[in-house]
């Protein structure tokens, strides 16, 4: 289990809308526990610039020269170390993690991603489901392994595909979903003591159908 205040950290690529949900939500006190930095790889992203508006720290450890990778996560490790996180939240995050950082946080690293889990795992997922013609699709919340979009599934939400929507209003409908969702999960895994079984986290302490984002 996590301490009963954590420190927490996020990583973000882009648009940072989670990131802010997070940071807005922690201080709300939906979940315990406190985001003190965000991990960014683009310096330049909208998420940095959230970060600076919402008060939070913002790190950019060095890359490489990688597109979807860490050349070094020794560095990642070292930031997130000299600020005390305990569990790491990605947030369109884009990039791939290896095992340094899954063995520094084993079973402390969660992702959310735009589809309902092991449904199209990987980039563009919601344009993918979309053109795929699904008729629902939503959103997953998943603790991270090595391989992409794969670890065992914390929470999901559903999202209906209606007849006239596009993939634009889909798309923000997803997005709004993601935003309950991502906060209520992390409450979940902050707050809940909990077993993996196979590939299913359980959580001994639940009511039937809690499980549901
Ligand atoms: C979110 O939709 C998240 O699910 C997705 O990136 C978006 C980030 O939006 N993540 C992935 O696709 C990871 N495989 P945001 O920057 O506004 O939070």
């Known amino acids: 289990m996590l301490s009963s205040e954590p420190t927490l950290a996020v990583f973000a690529s882009g648009r940072g809308s989670n990131f802010e949900a997070l940071v807005l939500a922690a201080r709300r006190g939906e979940f315990p526990g406190r985001i003190v930095a965000l991990l960014s790889d683009q310096p330049g992203s909208p998420a940095v610039e959230r970060a600076r508006t919402l008060g939070i720290e913002a790190v950019c450890p060095p890359c490489g020269p990688f597109r979807t ?34 063995d520094a946080f084993r079973d402390r690293i969660l992702n959310l ?67 309950r969702l991502y906060p209520r999960a992390v409450r979940r895994f902050c707050t809940e ?21």
């Open 69 to 102: 990778r860490l050349e070094d996560e020794g560095s990642w490790i070292e930031a997130l170390r000299a600020r005390g996180v305990e569990a790491v939240l990605l947030a369109g995050f884009m990039r791939r993690l290896h095992q340094p950082l899954l």
């Open 193 to 213: 003591p909990w077993r993996r079984e196979g590939r299913r986290l359980v959580f001994p302490g639940a009511r039937e159908g809690a499980a549901r984002g």
């Open 113 to 179: 991603h735009p589809s309902l889990l092991p449904a199209f795992p990987g980039l563009d997922a919601i344009r993918r489901a979309w053109e795929h013609g699904v008729r629902v699709t939503g959103c997953t919340v998943h603790l991270v392994d090595d391989q992409l979009d794969h670890g065992p599934i914390l929470a999901q939400s559903v999202v209906d595909v209606h007849d006239e929507d596009t993939l634009e209003t889909l798309e923000a409908r997803i997005h709004e979903v993601e935003h």
